[in-house]
């Protein structure tokens, strides 16, 4: 290229809604930009509930037009350039140049014979209806919108007579040369010079070298000797320049080998063991309606992201512009583009096979290597998101991308096959959530998805790992199908039937496995969100929820609720990914997610909200403590100890940092109040292992007279490498007094009479005669109770419970000798799943709610486990909790002596 002429700025503009093409240009836009964005077209008044409202939602075609005046040609090759669109028709001078429909790779138009010096006339028609396919999460109203307009770069590019262009760029990092292939347009053999200069802060530089081409086919070794190695711990950057004819083109390059260790257990970076840290994307930019195409706004989030110790993207259904290619090549994060598909890959001896679709999408991903498989970031490529469909063909699938580009390693999709998983020919690694029924391999699922994970159903302890469900000591259960040989599964937000495919219970990938999705613990929402959705992108989903809270007549507990519900997720979160760093046999991760999903039912799963910001539940220096390139991490049974119980916890560091640990001081400590500090030093013996076993922890429980919480904190003083938990402790010689306490199962005669002379009666029901109530459920809810609930019955399973943790006043008498945060913690998983929360909705009037359950913002019950209200003269205790199943843990025994000693008649 020897000359580029920017068009961004003002176009005329008309919006054609009806596609009857009848132009009539009586307004403006400003590109790059969306048409929403641009507020243009009619307001939406819709309010979604599911997702965001596009307040000026546009759907049809999009008339954009200027004029532009063109220098002196001299046989110069002149293209348009349209990055990041929909479908596009181009017309010059009032000649239709022609149409491209990819979401992916710009829109680049060959316009040097209706180009003419002087004044000329560009129209561009851009579609967002009629796509070959669905989209994914390039075009789902569930992240990005179906927006309509130009986003990115909008310029003509003149070339001369001779360029090259389709530049491929291999690394070789054992002989520090790159291969490098280009197509040379016009002279077919002549001699291109070559220069490789460091950019982004590497200051090396390669001489210059001359190389001839012939037949229009460029193809040389570029010697770079000591060049430096690109990784996410030391990402070097290069420049490729290739000049003809003084035309030159230009590509970014970093040397590095990404590929499965020799053992297929890790993925390796130039030789060095990694484990992926990886955040889901689905383009969420809330401000504009549509992913930034500037480097320095994905350095902003992506920045955000290494702060929260990830080091990897993985992009459902979709493939991000190349700035974040860019962003992600100067910060070292490992790129899993996506081909936009969400469904099923048929033959075509399938009835319900779609030619057009398949080959689109085939297509589509040969474009995102081509525009972007030079950069050193994108080291990994998916097909989709849990897709079914025929094992052969998608191998074929794969095979083809495999066979012209080996820079990148491949899989079939994200979670493909559900309950059947599998790994073909081609998968150079596997992502899934289970590798048979009951194997699974992350920490919580919906309940269409049962069996529930660990964190969900276990008594909260730091014991657990994959390693047993990835090479399993028994026999699997196996999935099978209905007589049909069909499954119902989750397909995005609703349901669908499939063909089930063979599954092995004894399933063991011998590639690196990546643990799919991990957490989608919710929170409730924020509403002081709601003001900064200034962009076209409107949080009506947000002010409907605060209506029905408000409606309920619990609208002054907002904040409480996002703050105690957010400290569940965040400690649900934490053990999600000690566990998978536990594992020996798990390469990564790829959470859901950091950041809010703003769709699919308003699913509140982040840390950060939409907008990549802190929420304020945590710190990203306190997520980093367990999710880093190191992080320490201790075994131990149980959070709950009483006196004379033995605390015993094995100390382990999981370690794929650049950096030694050998001979550093570990030290673990133990404080409380009025508890004498406890601690205990290690010195690391660390020979380049990934899992390091540190040593053995312990100490006796004292003699206690009231409930204490400990923290236990694990460092290494001379880093910044921290671990901490909260351990709760109690007497061991709990005295039940019942004399003067006066319990019941419900209200009767005699509890009546007790009432009418003023005592306090405590009426504990026989949960199973509990109605209009919900179970007791600890864990967070999973992604977003309205989705699943839908799905759930669709597939007659059975519906999630729904709540998102405890809103307890800590400070109310009833628990005075109940130590406790005013959020749910792990000493209150027994007296949660061993309760009952009776729904109060019409009869909240006069109770005073001492532990409440939060509820999710779908429903917005009046949720109480604990409560109280005045009745004749005396005062009802109403505990919803089977005080027999938890009589016998410590922490119960403490709650219900608590409970009766505030019951108790003097």
Not at 884 to 904: N, R, T, V
Request: hydrophobic share 35%; net charge negative; with cysteine.
């Amino acid at each position: 290229m020897i000359k580029k002429i920017d068009l961004s700025g003002k176009w005329h503009l008309f919006l054609d809604e009806n596609m009857k093409d009848e132009k009539d240009y009586k307004d403006f836009i400003i590109l790059p930009n969306t048409t929403s964005n641009a507020r243009k077209g009619t307001p939406n008044p819709a309010c979604e509930t599911g997702f965001l409202t596009d307040a000026y939602k546009f759907e049809g075609n999009a008339w954009f037009s200027r004029k532009i005046k063109i220098p002196a040609l001299e046989n110069n090759t002149v293209k348009l350039f349209l990055e990041r669109t929909r479908i596009t028709t181009v017309f010059v001078n009032g000649k239709n140049v022609g149409t491209q429909d990819s979401f992916v790779a710009p829109h680049i138009y060959d316009i040097t014979d209706l180009i003419s010096v002087g004044e000329n006339t560009i129209e561009i028609c851009v579609c967002n209806t009629g796509y070959k396919t669905g989209g994914g999460h390039m075009t789902s109203q569930d992240t990005q919108s179906n927006w309509n307009g130009i986003t990115g770069e909008i310029s003509l590019r003149i070339y001369n007579n001779t360029y090259a262009e389709n530049i491929f760029v291999e690394s070789d990092i054992e002989t520090k040369t790159l291969k490098i292939s280009a197509e040379i347009v016009g002279e077919k053999s002549g001699s291109a010079l070559i220069s490789c200069n460091g950019i982004y802060g590497n200051e090396q530089s390669f001489e210059k070298q001359t190389f001839d081409y012939q037949n229009g086919k460029l193809s040389v070794i570029y010697k770079m000797e000591n060049s430096k190695m690109w990784s996410e711990f030391e990402p070097n950057l290069y420049s490729l320049k290739i000049e003809v004819d003084g035309d030159i083109v230009e590509t970014i390059v970093g040397l590095r080998e990404f590929k499965a260790s020799d053992n297929g257990d890790k993925f390796t970076i130039n030789g060095i063991k990694t484990f992926l840290r990886g955040k889901h994307d689905g383009l969420i930019f809330p401000k504009t309606g549509y992913a930034p195409t500037s480097v320095d706004e994905w350095l902003d989030v992506m920045k955000t992201s290494q702060d929260y110790g990830m080091n990897h993207y993985r992009f459902h259904t979709c493939c991000p512009p190349e700035a974040a290619f860019i962003a992600a090549d100067i910060l070292g994060i490992y790129m899993e583009p996506q081909l936009p598909f969400w469904g099923t890959i048929t033959t075509e001896k399938d009835e319900k096979h779609n030619k057009e679709e398949q080959d689109f999408l085939i297509e589509e991903g040969f474009r995102i290597i081509k525009e972007f498989g030079n950069h050193p970031s994108f080291c990994m490529m998916s097909m989709g998101n849990e897709l079914w469909g025929d094992h052969e063909r998608i191998n074929d699938i794969l095979g083809g991308y495999k066979a012209i580009d080996k820079r990148h390693m491949y899989t079939q999709g994200s979670n493909n096959f559900q309950w059947f998983p599998n790994v073909l020919e081609n998968d150079d690694f596997f992502v899934g959530v289970r590798l048979a029924n009951d194997r699974l391999i992350r920490g919580s699922y919906a309940m269409c998805d049962a069996p529930l994970g660990h964190i969900q159903t276990d008594r909260p302890s730091t014991m657990h790992d994959y390693d047993d469900a990835v090479i399993p000591k028994k026999e699997a259960a196996k999935t099978e199908a209905s007589a049909d040989g069909t499954v119902k599964i989750q397909y995005g937000t609703t349901m669908k039937e499939v063909k089930a495919s063979d599954a092995d219970a004894d399933f063991i990938p011998k590639v690196p496995i990546v643990t799919h999705e991990i957490g989608q613990f919710e929170t409730y929402p924020n509403f002081n969100e709601i003001e900064k959705y200034t962009g076209p992108l409107k949080a009506r989903n947000f002010e409907v929820f605060r209506k029905r809270l408000e409606e309920k007549g619990m609208l002054g507990l907002a904040d409480k609720f996002f703050k105690s519900s957010g400290k569940l997720a965040m400690a649900c979160y934490k053990e999600e990914m000690e566990a998978v760093l536990r594992s020996k046999t798990i390469a990564g991760f790829q959470i859901l997610d950091i950041q809010d999903f703003s769709g699919q039912g308003t699913a509140l799963v982040g840390v950060l909200d939409a907008f990549m910001d802190n929420k304020g539940l945590i710190t990203d220096k306190e997520w980093r403590n367990f999710c880093s390139e190191t992080v320490l991490l201790a075994r131990f049974s149980s959070y709950t100890y009483e006196s004379g119980e033995s605390f015993n916890a094995h100390i382990e560091i999981t370690d794929f940092s650049a950096k030694s640990l050998d001979k550093k001081t570990l030290t673990c400590k133990v404080t409380g109040d009025k508890f004498e500090q406890i601690s205990k030093d290690f010195i690391i013996n660390h020979r380049g292992e990934n899992y390091i076993s540190v040593g053995d922890f312990s100490f006796e429980i004292p003699e206690i007279t009231k409930p204490q919480k400990l923290l236990f904190e694990i460092y290494i003083d001379e880093t910044n490498l921290y671990n901490s938990y909260d351990l709760w402790i109690y007497p061991n010689a709990i005295k039940l007094e019942t004399n003067g306490v006066f319990i019941f199962d419900k209200l009767n005669k005699e509890a009546n009479e007790l009432l009418e002379s003023g005592k306090t009666v405590l009426i504990v029901p026989n949960l199973s005669e509990l109605e209009n109530s919900i179970e007791g459920f600890y864990c967070a809810d999973f992604w977003c109770y309205h989705m699943f609930k839908i799905i759930s019955e669709m597939m007659k399973k059975p519906n999630p419970v729904g709540t998102m943790g405890l809103l307890i006043n800590n400070n109310h008498p009833a628990l005075s000798e109940f130590t406790s945060e005013d959020y749910s913690t792990q000493q209150w998983w027994e007296i949660v799943q061993n309760s009952r929360s009776e729904i109060l909705d019409d009869s909240y009037e006069g109770k005073n709610i001492i532990v409440q359950t939060i509820d999710n913002f779908e429903r917005n019950h009046v949720l109480g486990l604990l409560y109280e209200y005045s009745h004749a003269n005396g005062k009802v205790v109403v505990c919803n909790v089977n005080f027999d199943a938890i009589i016998d843990k410590p922490e119960g025994k403490q709650f219900i002596k608590s409970i009766l000693g505030y019951c108790k008649n003097k």
